[in-house]
């Protein structure tokens, strides 16, 4: 019996300590390896274990002026039978796209991207009578240059437009300025792990691991209280009443870094 109540004793010892060791682990940023040769050995000093990382995480953003934009359309009619309210929403919608082909949008870049057509009714308590039908078609026109977005979209409402949706502003140097931001991350993520590693009483060595973070794929600005302003009747609007006020863009790249840790210079 008494050897059975040592056994179990020393069971609860180890798990103990095992619970204690793994807390001890979690709570802290630097992260050693057992000495080579000794696996029952406890975690070593950060200035002195071999194996020894820090991890940092970085974000930098590059400021950039957008050059395109991508506004979406609908083209809203009504009528008393559905075959009639049909035809005039396709004829509505066919002129704005020659207008817009006209006004040298390609048209690969004029994009059918809703469509619905509902019937009308005049309630009356709980009875209702149908009183016509009413079509949407919603257009997403692309890569248009912004010098020339104020002037499409005047137009846009003469030719039959009675709706704007949404006016976004992008960058076609998005790729360009992600690299950037990219770049400055990674620097900022090294100046963070050095300062840290200095604190720490050890020295920075090579990169061990690099993940880049997941961001948003383009740098885009939506501008709704624009959109809300230009979805009228065209008879209230003329060619030279819309300003277009893009601002600035914000790309940003995120990375997660490892580092090795080194022994201080007053290690032995």
């Known amino acids: 019996m008494k050897k059975t109540y040592l056994s179990v004793a020393a069971a609860a010892l180890l798990v103990l300590g095992a619970c204690t060791l793994a807390a001890c ?5 630097v992260s050693t390896a057992p000495a080579a040769g000794n696996p029952a050995a406890g975690p070593l000093s950060a200035d002195s274990a071999p194996g020894s990382t820090i991890t940092v995480n970085s ?14 359309y609908s083209v809203q009619t009504e009528a008393a039978d559905a075959a009639g309210c049909q035809q005039k929403n396709t004829e509505d919608v066919d002129k704005v796209v020659a207008l817009l082909t006209e ?7 004029i994009q059918t991207t809703g469509y619905y057509m509902n019937p009308r009714y005049n309630w009356s308590g ?4 149908l009183i016509g039908y009413e079509a949407v078609t919603t257009l997403t026109v692309s890569d248009l240059p912004l010098d020339q977005v104020g002037g499409i979209l005047a137009q846009s409402v003469s030719a039959g437009i009675n709706n704007i949706q949404s006016i976004s502003y992008l960058s076609s140097k998005y790729d360009e300025s992600y690299q950037e931001a990219l770049s400055l991350a990674i620097t900022a993520a090294r100046t963070k792990a050095e300062g840290m590693a200095q604190a720490a009483g050890c020295q920075l060595g090579e990169i061990s691991a690099l993940n880049e973070r997941s961001t948003y794929s383009e740098a885009r600005y939506t501008d709704n209280a624009l959109a809300d302003k230009t979805s009228m009747r065209a008879a209230s609007m003329d060619a030279g009443d819309v300003t277009i006020m893009p601002g600035e863009l914000e790309v940003e790249a995120s990375v997660i870094v490892e580092y090795s840790l080194l022994p201080g210079d007053g290690a032995e």
């Open 59 to 72: 974000s930098e953003k590059v400021t950039v002026v957008p050059d395109i934009a991508e506004i979406v």
């Open 126 to 129: 709980d009875e209702r009578t």
């Open 25 to 29: 682990e979690t709570q802290t940023k």
């Open 103 to 109: 006004l040298g949008v390609k048209e690969g870049s």
